[in-house]
């Protein structure tokens, strides 16, 4: 990829590679001025996720200003090579932090998940070269912090919080009322033979607030190794589906077939609390496979049988 800057007069849409050019912008928020690098197929949603990491303003509280753009930077699909961009211009950014807010912090966004995409979506969307360009550029530039070193022999389970482990739809006095069932025996169990990554689509402040009101982040009996974040994600392009944000994992595991598998939503925690029982059954299918050297040729979509055949057989011994 290309570091180089074009012509501070050349509009960031005025040639055909475009799309293959960064162009540096100086974005003036609070007094202060931060130079952001952008490219032509990234959109302005994945500009604002630039910005938030420069001044950990969330991206749903930012509003852009830039000349004789209008109201075009309120779109976040809006792809950066149909603006008239120039390094010589400087963009104006108002927003403010979670910390200067005094409401509750902005939860997770209804975001299309990669595994909802049918087999057809996943091979338009990692075989497009646009994307792929994100995602190396993702890579590159994305450090992800961890919080306790990787283990010598052990896989990697990465985790989504939202409906997985966590409602964070439902109303509660207490956040441990939205916790899924089993949370801690799961954790425990596979832990044992896995490194634990925890994701979310929605800042790092809430997930380190709601992990920690779960007791998560300092539990005895297992260590998290990272958390990620929505920095973490990418806006992609399809041609069923336009453009969209998505999870990087779902584009890395797309060359490794089946290598992520669904778990049923946990919702309405309320009325569910007690019957809920797919950690338990995740619990013993993870289990089951952990010894394998190479995940990648199973087929996740029958785990549950899987976990259920397993558990029969052991019950037959």
């Given at each position: 990829m290309a570091s180089s800057t074009p012509p501070a007069e050349t509009a960031?849409?005025?040639?055909?590679?475009?799309?293959?050019?960064?162009?540096?912008?100086?974005?003036?928020?609070?007094?202060?001025?931060?130079?952001?690098?952008?490219?032509?197929?990234d959109t302005v949603g994945e500009l604002k996720r630039r910005i938030c990491q420069l001044t950990n303003v969330l991206p749903i509280r930012q509003k852009l200003l830039y000349p004789k753009v209008g109201s075009k930077l309120n779109d976040d699909n809006l792809l950066l090579?149909?603006?008239?961009?120039?390094?010589?211009?400087?963009?104006?950014m108002i927003g403010t932090t979670e910390e200067d807010?005094?409401?509750?912090?902005?939860?997770?966004?209804?975001?299309?998940?990669?595994?909802?995409?049918?087999?057809?979506?996943v091979v338009d969307v990692k075989d497009m070269e646009v994307n792929k360009q994100k995602l190396r550029r993702r890579i590159s530039h994305f450090k992800i912090e961890l919080q306790n070193p990787c283990r010598k022999g052990k896989k990697l389970l990465v985790l989504d919080i939202d409906y997985t482990l966590f409602d964070h739809r439902s109303p509660a006095e207490n956040p441990r009322q939205l916790m899924r069932p089993y949370l801690h025996e799961f954790l425990t169990s596979v832990y044992a033979e896995y490194d634990i990554m925890i994701w979310s689509a929605t800042s790092m402040?809430?997930?380190?607030?709601?992990?920690?009101?779960?007791?998560?982040?300092?539990?005895?009996?297992?260590?998290?190794?990272?958390?990620?974040?929505?920095?973490?994600?990418?806006?992609?392009?399809?041609?069923?589906?336009?453009?969209f944000d998505c999870k990087p994992l779902?584009?890395?595991?797309?060359?490794f077939p089946e290598n992520g598998l669904i778990i049923k939503p946990f919702r309405k925690a309320h009325a569910n609390r007690d019957s809920d029982q797919e950690l338990v059954k995740l619990t013993q299918y993870l289990l089951s496979i952990a010894e394998l050297d190479d995940l990648s040729h199973l087929d996740h979509n029958n785990w549950e049988l899987f976990a259920e055949d397993t558990t029969k057989r052991r019950r037959q011994t």
């Open positions: 960031l849409a005025s040639s055909s590679s475009a799309s293959e050019e960064e162009v540096t912008l100086t974005v003036k928020w609070s007094g202060k001025e931060y130079t952001v690098r952008v490219c032509g197929d090579s149909a603006l008239p961009l120039k390094s010589s211009f400087k963009m104006t807010i005094l409401v509750d912090p902005v939860e997770a966004p209804e975001i299309v998940d990669d595994f909802e995409l049918g087999q057809e979506d402040k809430w997930i380190n607030l709601k992990m920690g009101q779960l007791g998560v982040l300092d539990n005895p009996n297992y260590k998290i190794t990272a958390l990620l974040d929505h920095l973490a994600m990418i806006t992609v392009q399809s041609s069923s589906r336009g453009v779902g584009l890395i595991w797309a060359q």
